[in-house]
């Protein structure tokens, strides 16, 4: 069985311009999160996914990032425009039970704006 | 503020040792308390999942324990070996709606020949 795959796994942009982070759970995991990592932080809650429908998005920085899941299965993360701090690995995971189960995680994406 | 501290930030043991890695949290209200493996340039890897009954969950040569009383966790290691150097990260969940959780800092561990 596949696990989560993340693409791409790393990108470098400008300050400015758009980058879209792509991310596919394993087959038949309803929830879906977002979490990132910036250099010698630890890692941070983004958003959580249950199907299609944001269950909880507290953790986005600001309306620059732009999280979808059109049809529950695979979702996005655009970031638009991409400023110096957004630079980190971005990481999705999915799950089969929101609270109580294992978490699987993708290798993550690397994000860095010059 | 729901925080979880680890340590020490780092360690270097030599092949074959026994190491013990330490959490301490302050999240509440309490769900379950897991250790992942992280390997460089990959994704945290799950090696223990512990709710508030679990003293004790061994998961091959990796044994973590939890005080839920004074909120404290520690992931033992044994008879280490070089595939063991990584970023081991302790994350305390909290008990709401879906899965919400505070992650450590990591700890990286350097296992020598």
Redo the contacts between chains.
């Keep these: 069985e596949a696990g989560v795959t993340q693409f791409p796994s790393h990108s470098v942009i400008e300050k400015g311009q758009t980058v879209t982070l792509r991310c596919d759970p394993i087959s038949g995991h309803d929830n879906l999160y977002w979490y990132r990592r910036v250099m010698g932080k630890e890692i941070k809650f983004l958003l959580h996914f249950v199907k299609e429908s944001k269950q909880d998005e507290s953790g986005m920085p600001n309306n620059r990032f732009l999280a979808e899941r059109t049809g529950g299965t695979y979702s996005t993360l655009k970031v638009q425009p991409a400023e110096l701090e957004d630079s980190g690995v971005y990481f999705c995971a999915s799950t089969h039970f929101a609270n109580t189960g294992e978490l699987f995680f993708g290798e993550g994406s690397r994000l860095t704006v010059l | 503020k729901n925080q ?1 501290e680890q340590s020490p930030q780092s360690l270097i043991i030599l092949e074959g040792k026994n190491c013990t890695l330490q959490c301490n949290y302050t999240v509440s209200p309490f ?2 308390l ?1 250790w ?1 493996k992280q390997d460089t ?6 090696l223990t ?1 512990m ?1 508030f009954s679990e003293n004790t969950k061994s998961n091959g040569r990796y044994t973590a324990t939890l005080d839920a009383d004074t909120k404290q966790s520690s992931l033992h290691i044994t008879a280490s070996q070089l595939s063991d150097s990584a970023s081991y ?1 302790c994350v305390v ?1 909290v ?7 505070i ?4 700890t990286t561990l350097s296992v020598s020949s």
């Design positions: 979880v769900s379950n897991r992942y340039g990959r994704g945290p890897v799950s999942i709710t990260i969940s008990r709401q709606a879906g899965t919400a959780l992650f450590g800092k990591g």
